[in-house]
């Protein structure tokens, strides 16, 4: 394609490129391979000490669960919002298309503070009756889950409406007239359809989980060995001058975002053939 | 080519639906656990924010705002946020013009790349800057503790936002107005400012947008960073984080409700900003 353009002096090219290049090196990849370099800087010494320490292995733990049931959970009502923001009309529908996108832009502290005062076991909204049932939803994984889901809601939707929308309805509508239920109309026509929207609206939703930190911070407690996620690890090591954990932990989330990054450039392509 | 990841102004496509039918039993029943379980978690805390803000009156809220540390902490987080918009822009679209005009080896890395700061955990973030850039540097610059490095970690977190707005766009842009305007005498940089940039400017808005209400609401990555000095490098996110530790909630909520107006404002803009391209479109 370029080729078929018209083409900028040389000169200008070069330039370009080279300032594109420097810049990017030196604020991402020239950092980020430091993290690397920290961490092996022993060998594996680093990384070994950290996985046995019961801080670390408890916090990796514990993000694992948090993001992957904030995964799903986004998944089902990513899913759902997208098919009726797109499919169905109903009053409301601009401002909730428009809400939907909010919480890219609320700081996580925020969001943080939000939930705390809903879900305050003491002080909240709603925190002392549902305390009073046995539920707690504060200093506790609901509570991590609910603000990881938040920080990431838009993230499937954004990935599955454009679609929907491209796709169109006919088939649906064939299907639906040849005696399909909605169930399977959804499984053999709309499903395959939006499957790779859907597997990068996860992966990017599983790395922003995997990573949430201002809004957990504030929700969590910050227990150690109880609500301590992976990112408070870091924070936490780093400033308790057990550094080598710190960096060795950072490489492990860095090397989680890094592969979810990866596997959605590879998928991407797929898309327009 | 990998497409945006965060495709804020993703053009939008020719749709071949028909007019969307309206709520069936299912469907409505879907849409209303969809609405208790959005407000649930979205609307009835953010809105409790608001609520909590005005709880020690337009005084309370008042003399929170005009604190002078949390004054000096939200003129440095606008102003830091803007600054970084500056960069973008002109740093966005150089980078979103390299990648789709120009073809070199490893390309398709630096394309990758790109997303790299969208997907790493903010406080890693801040971290990777630190280790470059902080006491032990390797190159012996060190911003830590400055407001250099709130500069840093928002340029950082922000870069990916307006290079993915402008990418698909640039991409979509046809050769021949540029082979027009060439073969009617213009040169190229008159080409660039009269043919092309007037076609990136929705896209570099949208993203511009998005990069100022996501260097508003920054919080991870200053954290290691920047020392979170009082009156020197705390922004914004931090000082809710401090009236909050300290039991102040209405204090936390005041300014909570501050940021959430910035980011309520940038979303209305961006929607405007969309549906004046999809018209032309």
Known sequence: MASARLREPAGVRWTLRVITIAYVFLLVVWPVSLVVKYTFEDGLTALSTSLSDPAVTTALRLTALVAVTSVILNLVFGVGISLLLVRYEFPGKRILSALIDLPLSVSPVVVGLALLLVFNPRTGLFGPGLSAAGIEVIFASPGMIMATVFVALPLVIREVVPVLEEIGDEQEQASRSLGANAVQTFRRITLPSIKWAVVYGVVLSLARSLGEYGAVKVVSGNIVEQTQTATLVVESKYQGFEQSTAYATAFLLAAASVICIIVVSILRPKESS | ?281
């Open chain 2, 1 to 281: 080519m990998s497409q945006a990841v965060i495709s804020g102004g993703r053009p939008a496509r020719k749709r071949r639906s028909a007019r969307p039918g309206s709520l069936t039993i299912v469907s409505g029943l879907g849409l209303g656990v969809a609405l208790v379980w959005f407000s649930l978690l979205v609307l009835i805390p953010l809105a409790m924010v608001v609520a909590t803000s005005g709880e020690d009156g337009w005084e309370g809220f008042w003399g929170t705002l005009t604190n002078s540390q949390t004054l000096s902490a939200v003129r440095l987080t606008v102003v830091q946020a803007f600054l970084v918009t500056l960069l973008n822009v002109v740093m966005g679209t150089m980078i979103a013009w390299v990648l789709v005009r120009d073809r070199f080896p490893g390309k398709r890395i630096l394309d990758v790349v790109i997303d790299i700061p969208f997907a790493l955990p903010t406080i890693v973030a801040g971290l990777v800057l630190l280790s470059l850039y902080g006491p032990q540097s390797p190159l012996g610059v060190d911003v830590a503790n400055t407001r250099i490095s709130v500069f840093m970690a928002l340029a950082f977190v922000t870069l990916p936002f307006i290079v993915r707005t402008v990418q698909p766009v640039l991409e979509e842009l046809e050769a021949d107005v540029e082979e027009a305007s060439a073969s009617l005498g213009a040169n190229r940089l008159t080409t660039f400012r009269r043919i092309i940039l007037p076609s990136l400017v929705p896209a570099i808005a949208a993203g511009a947008a998005l990069s100022f209400a996501r260097g508003i609401s920054e919080y991870g990555s200053l954290v290691l960073l920047s020392g979170n000095l009082p009156n020197r490098t705390e922004v914004a996110s931090v000082r809710v984080l401090t009236y909050i530790e300290n039991g102040d909630a209405a204090s936390a909520a005041t300014v909570a409700t501050l940021m959430l107006v910035v980011a309520l404002f940038v979303i209305v803009a961006l929607d405007l900003i969309q549906r004046r391209v999809a018209r032309r479109g």
